[in-house]
């Protein structure tokens, strides 16, 4: 496989905030075709690796490289980030009272189209791409008139991340915990949107801590992290035994 292929790499990440060091010693290679699946105990980084490669400017990075398309992406906003194609589905999605959703993503597409000098779509041609995007996540048109993510239940604010990523189309996604919190049938839907998305060109990484969601979404690769690293690298088998076992048993006994 051609470099041209390696859609992140990333080298030898230290990330601290306000001076505790949160990331060591953390590399990733993600190329195109690739599902990647996160796992690892509460508190061992993996939020805070997804937050940086979205750009979040809370962390400092003291080491390390993040590259994207042979890139490095360290000085560049976390709008122009999200432009080039980063996508970060949050793991705690923001309600912002006093701004419909569909101004909201109407907004960000037209902003990424005003980027690469594309014409911008007016509330009408927009509402037609909206709705027909909400099909694939199963979202009634009515979720457009309300404010983004304001009074959304679990499942729906996690549907309405996808959405957000379906619209946006690009080519690395890191979904933090999208799984969490959903009912089996919820599940199914955004499972069905997260492969329908996929592609040869893209790459996507799942923070997760069930196997379940990986019975739907099926990854090449899955790590798991301690104390802000990557320590063991599998095969899915990997998060079948870690549901068997727990965290605890798997590395005494590995
Ligand atoms: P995960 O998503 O794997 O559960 P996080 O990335 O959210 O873990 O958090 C990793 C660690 O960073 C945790 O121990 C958390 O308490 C710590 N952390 C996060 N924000 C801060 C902060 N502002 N100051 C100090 N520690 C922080
Ligand atoms: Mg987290």
Same mark, same amino acid.
């Given at each position: 496989?051609s ?12 990330? %601290?905030?306000? +001076?505790?060091?949160?990331? *060591?010693? @953390?590399?990733?290679?993600? /190329? &195109?075709?690739?599902i990647?699946?996160? !796992? ?18 809370a ?24 432009h ?43 509402l ?13 048109? %009515?979720?457009? +008139?309300?404010?983004?993510? *304001?009074? @959304?239940?679990?499942?729906? /604010? &996690? ?5 957000? !990523? ?54 090449k ?34």
């Open positions: 496989m470099r041209k292929d390696l859609l992140l790499d990333i080298q030898d990440l230290q990330v %601290s905030i306000e +001076n505790n060091i949160i990331l *060591e010693n @953390f590399n990733l290679k993600v /190329k &195109k075709g690739e990647h699946a996160i !796992m690892g105990t509460n508190g061992s980084g993996k939020s805070t690796f997804s937050k940086v490669i979205a750009g979040h400017p962390y400092s990075i003291l080491k390390g490289n993040i590259l994207f398309n042979e890139k490095s992406i360290l000085e560049i906003s976390p709008e122009e980030r999200s080039l194609g980063i996508f970060l589905a949050f793991q705690y999605p923001i309600e912002i009272p006093g701004v419909s959703n569909e101004d909201f993503l109407r907004l960000s597409y037209n902003a990424k189209q005003r980027f690469f000098n594309k014409p911008e779509l007016d509330p009408i041609q927009f037609q791409i909206v709705t027909e995007k909400m099909k694939l996540v199963n979202m009634s048109p %009515s979720f457009l +008139n309300r404010n983004v993510n *304001e009074g @959304f239940s679990g499942g729906e /604010k &996690k549907r309405n991340e996808i959405l957000q !990523m379906i619209l946006l189309n690009p080519d690395i996604c890191i979904l933090d915990e999208t799984d969490s919190g959903l009912d089996i049938d919820a599940l199914k839907i955004i499972s069905k949107g997260i492969n329908n998305f996929m592609n040869q060109d893209k790459g996507i990484i799942l923070i997760t801590h069930y196997q379940r969601l990986l019975d739907y979404i099926n990854p690769y899955v790590h798991v992290m301690q104390k802000g690293k990557i320590i063991k690298t599998g095969s899915l088998e990997l998060a079948k035994e870690l549901e068997k076992k727990g965290y605890q048993q798997l590395f005494e006994t590995s």
